[in-house]
């Protein structure tokens, strides 16, 4: 039998980090921490972090069932997400001790059931449990997740008397949230939009500046081009360090890509070019836009291309020095090439911000805008599309890059494509390290495979 100490060394492999988050080794956990009434129909398991040697991260939507019918059938009480952490022998949790008047305020505000309690720690299988909405790191969480609350906070944002359910999107304790208001009951039918609201939920007010600087963007897009536009921020709340967005029309340009190589799907092609196109005007912003961005320099992004590979360090040692071999290479070429000068960059430049609504294109998420090379975006955008089709030399995969590149004004020999078919091959490292799931039983073959394909525009610019 491994011990704790073992598997999270990464000395067991993958198979014992997996078995750690199966859902029959958690399950009695969980079923402790509800109500009596209250049965755990399942764990689904959604994303997991593993840091060999400090911790191992689950994120799971909980599936509870009330069993208290008089027919005798039983209703799916709730939804809920959830976070494991396991952490080595001796490892203290800081918010073990923390429930305290989050806790109470969690139960006064009736967020609480079905569970009896929503943090929870096991010293004797080194994990530790929290269930939305606790976390005392964002402790104004509770309180945007409580209906009641959604009302007086969102009141200058939707029709008179409307009354909101709330759906949290994403559950990252200690990092960040976002959340989901729709207008329910007969205010849906009458109301005038939005009905829906997206709310990111931040630890601080240091995002607040950024609302002023996404008003710009959405500016500077909207005289440049008459088809692409920025998602605007509908309000901040300064009380809850919150920023809102209302839903637009408009489905990711991700979700087209995923049948991209079948025959006769032929109209990503187009929002394809026209994502080029806008890319290229957010790279011609003026430079108040760029005012106060954080650079985003290449020794800054190898640094942390490594931190998020180091499970695949400790798992697949093979892979990783496959990986370093990819880093260096990559850095030497780009070193020898010529530069431009820094412009404004999206920072966070993908498929799945970019929403396609027939002709009209919305860019979203601008949190990561930076000062830097638009070699960047641009290496991103096609690593990004290279993940959606899963073979770099694959015949669709290259008319939907040169799709982009067509719409984006640029040509195989000018040096920022050079550069961002280096950026390409490191995004594409990243990406790998995030995105192929550490509980996939495919794991290890997938992430041989993506890193291969990481390789390919290195390996074509040295052979040229």
């Known amino acids: ?9 990464g000395a067991c492999g993958i198979e014992g980090v997996q078995r750690l988050m199966a859902e029959d080794a ?3 956990v969980v079923q402790s921490m509800l109500q009596p009434s209250a049965a755990l129909a399942a764990c689904h398991l959604r994303r997991a972090k593993f840091k060999p040697g400090r911790k191992l991260t ?3 939507d909980v599936a509870i069932d009330d069993p208290r019918q008089a027919d005798g059938t039983t209703v799916r009480l709730i939804t809920r997400p959830m976070t494991v952490t396991w952490t080595p022998p001796g490892t203290p949790h800081k918010l073990a001790t923390a429930a305290g008047a989050l806790g109470a305020e969690i139960q006064q505000r009736g967020l609480a059931e079905p569970f009896a309690q929503l943090i929870c720690d096991r010293p004797d299988a080194n994990l530790h449990v929290q269930v939305a909405p606790f976390d005392p790191v964002f402790p104004h969480l509770a309180r945007l997740m409580d209906p009641h609350y959604a009302r007086e906070a969102l009141h200058d944002c939707a029709a008179p008397d409307s009354h909101w359910t709330v759906t949290p999107i994403r559950y990252r304790p200690r990092q960040r949230h976002v959340l989901r208001y729709d207008v329910q009951g007969d205010a849906a039918l ?3 939009p939005p009905q829906t609201l997206f709310a990111k939920v931040y630890a601080d007010d240091s995002r607040q500046a950024f609302c002023a600087r996404n008003h710009q963007i959405a500016d500077w ?5 008459s088809t692409v536009s920025a998602l605007r921020p509908l309000a901040y709340l300064p009380a809850d360090f919150t920023i809102l967005y209302a839903q637009v029309d408009g489905q990711p340009l991700s979700a087209k ?3 991209v190589g079948e025959t006769g799907a032929d109209a990503p092609y187009h929002n394809l070019a026209q994502t ?4 290229h005007t957010l790279h011609r912003a003026p430079a108040s836009l760029t005012n106060g961005l954080p650079p985003l320099p290449m020794d800054a992004e190898l640094k942390a291309i490594k931190r998020t590979c180091e499970h695949i360090a400790a798992l697949l040692p093979d892979v990783w020095r496959q990986i370093q071999s990819i880093l260096a290479q990559a850095a030497a070429m780009y070193a020898t090439l010529p530069q431009e000068a820094p412009t404004f960059v999206h920072g966070d430049f993908k498929a799945d911000h970019v929403l396609a609504a027939g002709d009209r294109l919305t860019l979203i998420d601008f949190d990561s805008c930076a000062l830097a090379d638009p070699a960047y975006d641009i290496g991103k955008f ?3 599309l290279v993940w959606w089709d899963g073979d770099v030399r694959s015949a669709a995969c290259e008319r939907a890059v040169d799709a982009f590149l067509d719409g984006y004004g640029l040509s195989a020999h000018e040096p920022r494509w050079q550069r961002a078919r280096i950026w390409q091959a490191l995004i594409g490292i990243k990406m790998t390290a995030h995105r192929v799931r550490i509980f996939d039983a495919q794991w290890a073959a997938r992430t041989a495979a993506a890193v291969h394909n990481c390789a390919a525009p290195l390996f074509e610019m040295s052979n040229v």
């Open 190 to 192: 009458t109301s005038t």
């Open 1 to 9: 039998m491994s011990t704790i100490a073992e598997i999270m060394s």
């Open 276 to 279: 080029g196109a806008a890319l």
């Open 221 to 225: 897009l909207a005289a440049a081009s």
């Open 26 to 28: 958690i399950g009695g």
């Open 257 to 259: 890509l995923e049948n």
């Open 382 to 384: 096609i690593a990004d």
């Open 58 to 60: 689950a994120y799971y």
